[in-house]
């Protein structure tokens, strides 16, 4: 079991389109869905994405999930100062038979 | 409105044990996994441990299997986690969070505001 990898920044200015990455393994997301969850400072984390690309109610259009193989990665466009926060993955591991996250990336508007 | 609120969190010496509780209101709690997950301070979410709705199966995380037990009481609304053996590395907020079924997998839709745990001598 590989728990999945993000990078640990990311960056963009305000209209920008930025993707953050998320590469697992077989057991996971290989054979999975992946969900995203974004988490602002001090507060508790929300779904973005789940099952790969939908997006529960509420959450806007310019977030977007895409999944390949063993990899992931969440879209964002027109970028926003207030998308400044960290984004994980996760998903679950038939191999440990638990859910895994990313280390999550920490999203920086310039 | 759904809401989850931990309590129990604290400062305990390694190796001792303690149990955090998690309400659950505005849903009907019995139908849905419940779900505890932990964040270090300044690292990553971390899944500890879920349990089905009716009670009847759990999962657990590597770093707490074999320590830490998942338990719930549906009459009550209520999701417990007994720590056991803690250690230093155990330090982190606890979140509660409801599992949401959608078909063909699940994810966690809503969570609490967390309870932390500082383990140290």
């Known amino acids: 079991q590989s728990a999945p990898t993000q990078p640990p920044s990311a960056s963009g200015t305000p209209g920008q389109r930025v993707t953050i990455s998320c590469s697992g393994s077989?057991?996971?997301?290989?054979?999975?869905?992946v969900y995203w969850y974004q988490q602002f400072p001090g507060t508790a984390p929300k779904v973005l994405i789940y099952?790969?690309?939908l997006r529960p109610s509420g959450v806007p259009d310019r977030f977007s999930g895409s999944k390949s193989g063993t990899s992931a990665s969440l879209a964002i466009t027109g970028l926003r100062s207030d998308d400044e926060a960290d984004y994980y993955c996760?998903?679950?591991?038939?191999?440990?038979?638990?859910?895994?996250f990313g280390g999550g990336t920490k999203l920086t508007v310039l | 409105q759904v809401q989850l609120v931990e309590s129990g969190g604290g400062m305990v010496a390694p190796g001792k044990s303690l149990t955090l509780s998690c309400e659950g209101t505005?849903?009907?709690?019995?139908?849905?996994?419940m779900h505890w997950v932990r964040q270090a301070p300044g690292k990553g979410l971390e899944w500890v441990a879920v349990?089905?709705?009716?009670?009847?199966?759990?999962y657990y995380g590597e770093s707490v299997k074999g320590r830490f037990t998942i338990s719930r009481d549906n009459s009550k609304n209520t999701l417990s986690l007994q720590m056991t053996d803690l250690r230093p590395e155990d330090t982190a907020l606890y979140y509660c969070?409801?599992?949401?079924?959608?078909?063909?997998?699940?994810?966690?839709?809503?969570w609490g505001q967390g309870t932390f745990v500082t383990v140290a001598s």
């Open positions: 077989d057991s996971n997301i290989g054979r999975n869905f």
């Open positions: 505005g849903f009907n709690f019995s139908s849905h996994g």
């Open positions: 349990m089905s709705a009716d009670g009847s199966g759990q």
């Open positions: 969070a409801r599992d949401r079924y959608h078909g063909s997998g699940s994810y966690f839709d809503y």
């Open positions: 099952s790969n690309n």
């Open positions: 996760a998903s679950w591991d038939d191999s440990v038979r638990g859910w895994v």
